[in-house]
């Protein structure tokens, strides 16, 4: 049942997903009698659709200490809607003294010329868990959830930190297309307001530094949503004319990029096919479609011939959480929009993109084109 659903995923041109999604939704159950034992029943907790978790889970590091802190903050607003105060108060004791004992340790795990940067960004923390801790002791659960957001926005700060050098080479197949070496915020402006979208390129470098480099171009300015569904997906980047894609002036022909997609267990993405081919319909890639505002390229039938073309993912549903659906591996998802996310809710068919600009972090991009 998976494989005759997927050929007709695989068959829709440029990203044409209302079906897709729509089918999924509808026999999301019946699915899952066909997916291997290991996932064969609904998920017993909840999947994580929090785009900001997400990307913070993603970094490529590994310090333990730092992914306790974390943990324990992101589950803070969750142990105030079941009013466990007491863990809460431990919780809070727990980071601090957490900070107190690694502190030296984390500073010393940073490259030498971050060292200044990470203890600012240690000090803020340390600084951000004072209100936090007294919101806790007052059992004020108005103000928990925001608190503990402001401490985990240093948390991604220090680990980001600590990452010394991009990780892994992209196969040399795909070395000489643009590459984006780390992260860059991405600001959408349209016609119905304004959107941050955050660009991974330690997840999805070919397929990130694609879009960054178009962006710097200025291809999507003036470029219209040309497929949509107001409770499903938003679709752009195709331009005017025949052509469906970016066409590299220096070969005349259109730029393509590969299915990319990173596996929690792996250091480099999986290129070149997608889940379905491979087997592994059901796999959980480390950034799934899971939170309202996934961003993803579209592609055609040949899941490699990607683009311009990329999609904005809305939709959010228990039964289809991340691992689950039939979009997880096989679309490359590349970021998450993180800020604006009411924009999303107004645009619709035939809303314009006024300019696609890149506000931090261009300087990851490796590869550029000349306009």
């Given at each position: ?31 899952s009698l066909a997916i291997a034992p290991a996932v064969a029943a609904l998920p017993t907790k909840s999947a994580i659709k929090d785009a900001r978790i997400i990307l913070r889970n993603a970094l490529p590091i590994d310090n333990e200490s730092l992914r ?66 007294e919101a806790i002791e007052i059992k004020d659960r108005n103000s928990i959830k925001a608190l503990s957001e402001k401490a985990l926005d240093y948390v991604g700060l220090i680990e980001a930190d600590l990452i010394a050098s991009f990780p892994y080479e ?157 979009l997880d591996g096989n679309y490359t998802v590349f970021g998450y929009v993180t800020d604006g996310k009411e924009t999303l809710d107004k645009l619709r068919l035939g809303d314009k993109v006024l300019s696609a600009k890149v506000i931090s972090g261009a ?9």
């Amino acid at each position: 049942m998976i494989a005759h659903f997927m050929q007709s995923l695989s068959t829709i041109s440029n990203g044409l997903l209302t079906m897709a999604i729509a089918m999924m939704i509808t026999i999301s159950l019946s699915l899952s009698l066909a997916i291997a034992p290991a996932v064969a029943a609904l998920p017993t907790k909840s999947a994580i659709k929090d785009a900001r978790i997400i990307l913070r889970n993603a970094l490529p590091i590994d310090n333990e200490s730092l992914r306790d802190i974390q943990r324990t903050l992101e589950q803070m607003p969750r142990q105030v809607n079941l009013k466990r105060w007491s863990s809460l108060k431990r919780d809070i004791e727990t980071i601090n003294k957490n900070l107190v004992r690694n502190q030296a340790s984390v500073i010393s795990e940073a490259v030498s010329d971050r060292r200044d940067l990470i203890t600012a960004h240690l000090t803020s923390l340390t600084n951000s868990l004072v209100p936090l801790q007294e919101a806790i002791e007052i059992k004020d659960r108005n103000s928990i959830k925001a608190l503990s957001e402001k401490a985990l926005d240093y948390v991604g700060l220090i680990e980001a930190d600590l990452i010394a050098s991009f990780p892994y080479e992209v196969p040399a197949k795909y070395a000489q297309l643009p590459q984006l070496k780390g992260r860059a915020l991405v600001e959408l402006v349209t016609e119905k307001g304004n959107a941050i979208i955050t660009v991974d390129g330690y997840s999805a470098p070919v397929n990130a530094g694609q879009f960054i480099d178009l962006v710097q171009k200025g291809f999507y300015d003036g470029l219209t949503f040309t497929r949509a569904d107001e409770n499903y997906y938003l679709q752009t980047g195709d331009p005017e004319g025949e052509i469906d894609g970016y066409i590299d002036p220096q070969t005349g022909k259109e730029r393509n990029v590969p299915m990319e997609v990173l596996l929690p267990d792996q250091k480099v993405p999986l290129y070149g096919k997608t889940f379905e081919e491979m087997g592994l319909t059901g796999t959980l890639p480390v950034l799934p479609f899971a939170a309202f505002g996934t961003v993803a390229m579209a592609h055609p039938a040949d899941a490699n011939a990607g683009s311009s073309q990329f999609f904005i993912y809305l939709f959010e549903s228990e039964l289809t959480p991340a691992g689950l659906n039939l979009l997880d591996g096989n679309y490359t998802v590349f970021g998450y929009v993180t800020d604006g996310k009411e924009t999303l809710d107004k645009l619709r068919l035939g809303d314009k993109v006024l300019s696609a600009k890149v506000i931090s972090g261009a300087e990851n991009l490796v590869n550029a084109t000349a306009p």
